[in-house]
């Protein structure tokens, strides 16, 4: 490629709307337009590293026995009617008509589609287990899209299905799927961790999510330096972990606003269908905390019981009155993510997920929180005392101190066991004879969110620096002047020998300032940089910059060819 000819338009100026590093970068190295919010066109350069990310994942899917294949992007309701998600996905979910007012949406995300797919066909445990992927475009209408690519309302995910016939199969595959999440990412040449995405309750291993490590992060992990331990904080276990389970105190119908908030919580929590609700809080009267985060339709008499308690009722869209609420809590520092899949609604302060998290801890039937007082579940001695677990507290596994880190979620693996086969009755005939429901595990990962990923952790104040495994090319080669003859002719030689012998060089055969095409060079971010000047003419020295460390090595022309490769 003749960069006169490439079509990567650069910008002098970092565009206003831009937050994030990786997304002023690449609206100014030339790499993504924006159609809309959330959706952009991928250039060319874009469009290269992200067919390398997918190479890399479709190599490592392949090599643990996934199967490609490729499924609608438009899916009927039916079967989102049959998983009980057509409701409880919200307001995320992209919905159309056809012209005979049938109900569809844009993909969110394959459960539905995959497991429709695989229970018309798979009937025996000789078909299993099955491990099937997509890379494709996802649709999400996520209530805020910013940063660029990292929170897309149009991107592109890899996700595969396992189905097993038990759950030693599932485990069997989901580690196969963690091994191979741990391949792509460092194959990308990013520093990242996989951390526990569960609490305790679905067992601790039920989830990972893949964080790539960048200050940028709208994720907070902890982990131990000693042992394994990694969490998202979100997730993390309480410290200290005062929370114990008690029997449920009754709910009487004297009770007002404000008093034995946590069995009535408790109790909303049980008559809620399960996992719609993520987030629950609850103001006291001691003026201290919150409310209840509800995502999804909910009967009249629900809404009438969390009114009763004292509660308030969210619609998730309605960003300003959550701003308002979290406004009155002291110390709202994170953003408001929600997980469609899971309808994860996560709502940060530390104080709030705290109390949150203990009173989910206590839903369970019968069960509820033991440290509360009559009339005041949490008081502000016992607020102070439940905090996530911080910076430098006792490791949970092994006590040594934890660190802290922030991290952007590149992938996400996750033991879905028989959720949906059962909805939608995805069964096999197992060798007993008897028919069961397939086990069932999904993986994601979010490519064009790992491009952005591999850009928040390497850059500089001069632009992208580029992995090289997934760099748009390796390669810049620059004649210092493209008027002179003898250099011209030299940079086309090496352009032409470095293609052939498998290294992705570009020409910059622009009739421009050198500076103007180094300051290109450095902002697209070509792992070298290749100059062709009056050293290489005269006394055969072709110069060669890394652009990571910003290291100028001269090698002859006999040399260099090797030393690139
Ligand atoms: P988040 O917590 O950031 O909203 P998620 O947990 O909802 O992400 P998953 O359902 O786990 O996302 O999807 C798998 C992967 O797809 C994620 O790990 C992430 O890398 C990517 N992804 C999810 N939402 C987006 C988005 N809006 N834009 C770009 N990539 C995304
Ligand atoms: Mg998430
Ligand atoms: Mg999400
Ligand atoms: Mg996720």
Request: with cysteine; charged share 25%; hydrophobic share 40%.
């Amino acid at each position: 490629m003749r960069v006169s000819q490439l079509f990567a338009p650069t910008l002098r100026e970092t565009p206003a709307e831009a937050e994030v590093i990786s997304h002023q970068l690449m609206l100014r190295a030339g790499f993504i337009r924006k159609a809309a919010g959330g959706i952009y066109s991928y250039l060319p350069l874009a469009w290269r590293v992200l067919k390398k990310i997918e190479t890399i994942v479709r190599e490592e899917m392949d090599a643990k026995g996934g199967q490609e294949l490729a499924m609608p992007v438009i899916q009927p309701a039916e079967m989102w009617q049959e998983t009980g998600r057509w409701s409880v996905y919200g307001d995320e979910m992209f919905r159309l008509k056809d012209r005979h007012n049938r109900n569809f949406c844009l993909g969110p995300t394959h459960e539905e589609m995959i497991t429709t797919l695989v229970r018309g066909d798979v009937r025996s445990y000789r078909q299993l287990p099955l491990m099937l992927y997509q890379i494709q475009n996802k649709y999400r209408d996520e209530i805020r899209p910013r940063f660029g690519l990292m929170r897309g309302r149009e991107f592109i995910m890899k996700d595969l299905y396992s189905f097993d016939r038990d759950e030693a199969g599932l485990d069997e595959s989901y580690n196969k799927m963690y091994d191979a999440y741990t391949k792509i990412f460092t194959r990308c040449g990013l520093t990242f961790r996989a951390v526990e995405a569960d609490s305790g309750a679905i067992g601790g291993s039920g989830s990972h999510e893949f964080m790539v490590i960048a200050e940028s992060g709208e994720a907070a992990i902890v982990y131990c330096g000693d042992c394994d331990y990694a969490a998202n904080v979100e997730k993390a276990e309480l410290h200290p972990i005062t929370g114990q389970v008690e029997e449920r105190l009754p709910l009487s119908e004297t009770d007002t606003p404000g008093t034995k908030s946590i069995a009535a919580l408790c109790q909303f929590l049980d008559i809620c269908p399960e996992k719609t609700i993520k987030t629950l809080a609850y103001r006291t009267d001691t003026g201290a905390i919150v409310l209840a985060l509800v995502r999804g339709d909910h009967e009249v008499n629900e809404i009438k019981l969390l009114n009763k308690v004292g509660c308030l009722r969210l619609d998730m869209a309605n960003e300003e009155a959550l701003a308002g609420i979290m406004g009155s809590c002291a110390g709202y520092i994170g953003p408001v993510g929600f997980d469609g899949r899971d309808d994860i609604i996560i709502v940060a302060d530390a104080t709030v997920m705290n109390m949150v998290n203990a009173v989910c801890g206590a839903n369970k039937l019968d069960k509820h929180y033991i440290n509360v007082n009559p009339g005041y579940d949490f008081t502000p001695d016992i607020i102070a005392d439940i905090r996530l677990i911080q910076e430098n507290d006792p490791c949970p596994r092994c006590g040594a101190p934890v660190k802290t880190a922030r991290g952007i979620e590149v992938g996400q693996i996750f033991k879905l066991f028989t959720k949906y086969s059962t909805s939608l009755q995805a069964t096999y005939i197992d060798d007993d004879g008897k028919e069961k429901p397939m086990v069932m595990g999904c993986y994601g990962v979010g490519v064009s969110r790992t491009m952005a990923a591999a850009i928040e952790q390497n850059y500089d104040q001069n632009g992208i620096i580029w992995p090289a495994p997934i760099a748009p090319y390796h390669a810049v080669i620059v004649p210092v002047s493209s008027k002179d003859e003898a250099q011209m002719a030299l940079a086309e030689k090496v352009y032409g020998d470095l293609n052939a012998n498998g290294v992705e060089a570009v020409l910059d055969d622009r009739n421009e300032r050198p500076g103007v095409k180094f300051k290109d060079a450095d902002l697209i971010g070509y792992p070298l940089r290749i100059t062709i000047g009056p050293k290489a003419i005269n006394d055969n020295l072709i110069e060669i910059k890394v652009r990571r460390t910003g290291e100028t090595l001269y090698f002859s022309s006999a040399d260099y060819l090797s030393k690139v490769k």
